[in-house]
């Protein structure tokens, strides 16, 4: 009896897969009215046996910095075990404006630093006068869950289940430092020959919106790269990987832009 349970004591249990997405490199190009007007790369990498490291940026090219400009990086750490946010950070420019903000989560809240201006045009250079200038610093409740804009993201491809067409997934986020609810409702799932980098899937079409929680009426649209004043439609493989191929939405001025991805790797 000592030796088996000597045997039992000594037995190790294996800590679970991570996803092969906590590892993985997205390139996106950015398209309107058919020529390309910009690219984004968005990349994960794990640190350590518990968080995972995300960083994103967005560039728009010379062919549309005249008209609208459109460039920023956006980075977080995320712990993958307990699925909670650690530190976010956003900087961009959309437009006439540019937004800086810091988010720093604690015990059941999140320190919230911004820096936002206005300029007088939205194509770039932009002129040195500005229309305005704001910088804030405050504390906003997590209570319930709420994450950035990127941790939302992996939190819902983390949690292994494929949803069903019709259902409505509701993830609550801070986009600005504010509280809100990101709802993605299913729409349909198909096979497609002409999925972007794929050719052809299987995949789920998903539009997003924003609800703000105070008097729960429906926003723009928000991902991780752009502000909208609609709502947004993806394309997402239909498997436990979760991967965004085609998203779309209209961008103020400008009409509807296309990101549509270019290559996709992981472990």
Do not use: C
């Given at each position: ?33 058919g020529i390309r007007a910009g690219d ?125 067409v019709g259902e409505v997934l509701r ?33 789920f079409h998903v539009r997003s919106a ?58």
């Open positions: 009896m000592t030796v088996a349970l000597s045997a039992k004591a000594a037995k190790t249990v294996e800590a679970p897969k991570m996803p092969n997405f906590y590892n993985e490199t997205m390139t996106f190009r950015i398209e309107w009215k984004v790369m968005m990349r994960t990498r794990t640190d350590g046996n518990q968080f995972i490291k995300i960083n994103a940026r967005v560039d728009s090219l010379d062919a549309v910095r005249g008209i609208y400009y459109v460039q920023g990086v956006f980075a977080a750490k995320w712990n993958h075990v307990t699925r909670t946010p650690i530190i976010a950070f956003e900087e961009a420019y959309q437009g006439d404006t540019y937004q800086r903000r810091k988010f720093r989560f604690g015990a059941g809240k999140v320190n919230v630093d911004k820096d936002e201006k206005k300029f007088k045009e939205h194509s770039y250079p932009h002129s040195s006068e500005l229309k305005g200038k704001w910088q804030e610093n405050y504390d906003v409740s997590t209570k319930g869950g709420y994450q950035d804009l990127l941790g939302a993201f992996y939190l819902v491809r983390s949690t292994g289940r494929v949803p069903r993830i609550p986020v801070l986009p600005a430092g504010s509280r809100r609810s990101l709802v993605l409702k299913v729409l349909g799932r198909e096979t497609r020959n002409d999925v972007p980098f794929f050719g052809t899937r299987e995949i924003l609800v703000d929680d105070a008097n729960n009426k429906t926003q723009g649209g928000s991902n991780m790269f752009f502000n909208t004043q609609s709502q947004i439609d993806m394309w997402i493989t239909a498997d436990q990987d979760f991967v965004p191929v085609k998203i779309w939405t209209d961008v103020p001025y400008l009409g509807t832009a296309y990101i549509l991805l270019e290559s996709y790797t992981q472990p």
